[in-house]
């Protein structure tokens, strides 16, 4: 009885030796998936290298609060192509009630971008709440290049599928204003695009295009005064 307990007790360890190694395994795997999932420290809503402000045509300046402590890549992007000018006088080419404004694409029908490479996804835990800013991509997770957009609403279910690097502050409203359409009939354009920290002028609305006039008709000595001329609508 002596030697069949100890047998019993020997194939007890046995077995007990690789589940044992498969726990341990999976404990590390669990702490460097915690590792790989490390929560940054994300910068104050006050820093002006983090700050992102948009003029729009739609009325005022919109404030935006970027996040490179989620998305380093995609806000490195958005501060090199504005400091190149990149943005100004793009519009807002599909721009959906109740959703979404997208803008960024110099071609100005959702085709384009810039001269540089395409940003890798980082998709991560910010949610598509009303004022999120991410990057507008193709089918093709790793093809955000300069499209944009902001959310006018909650989208949840858009969560994990597209980066989230930035949140509005300020101007929402001059957000809800942007012409509606796909495309607009009239869409808002970007005015100017800054980086708050390169000390940007205050916000200048575009100015108002002169209206036209009609010249007084020129008489020529003996001469009688040109009739005016017929308004040429088609008749009822």
């Known amino acids: 009885m002596r030697f069949v307990g100890l047998i019993a007790m020997l194939a007890a360890t046995l077995l007990a030796g690789p589940a044992m190694a498969q726990s341990k395994a999976m404990e590390e795997a669990a702490k460097a998936g915690q590792a790989t999932k490390q929560r940054y420290t994300p910068p104050p809503t006050t820093d002006l290298e983090n700050t992102w402000l948009l003029d729009l045509s739609s009325g005022g300046r919109v404030s935006i609060w970027l996040r490179p402590d989620v998305a380093p890549d995609m806000v490195r992007r958005i501060k090199n192509l504005t400091r190149r000018k990149f943005y100004d006088g793009l519009t807002f080419h599909r721009v959906i009630d109740g959703f979404m404004a997208q803008g960024g694409d110099p071609q100005g029908d959702g085709t384009g971008g810039s001269d540089l490479p395409d940003v890798k996804a980082e998709f991560n835990y910010l949610p598509h709440v009303r004022g999120a800013v991410a990057a507008a991509r193709a089918q093709d997770e790793n093809s955000a290049n300069s499209q944009f957009y902001i959310m006018l609403m909650p989208r949840l279910s858009l969560d994990g599928k597209y980066t989230v690097f930035g949140r509005v502050l300020e101007g929402m409203q001059y957000v809800d204003a942007i012409e509606k359409g796909e495309p607009p009939a009239n869409p808002t354009r970007i005015l100017h695009a800054y980086i708050a920290a390169d000390n940007p002028p205050p ?21 009688k005064p040109a009739a005016p001329a017929r308004n040429s609508r088609p008749r009822r």
Not at 206 to 222: D, I, N, R, Y
């Open 203 to 223: 916000f200048r609305a575009e100015a108002a295009p002169a209206p036209v006039t009609q010249e007084a008709p020129v008489t020529l000595p003996g001469t």
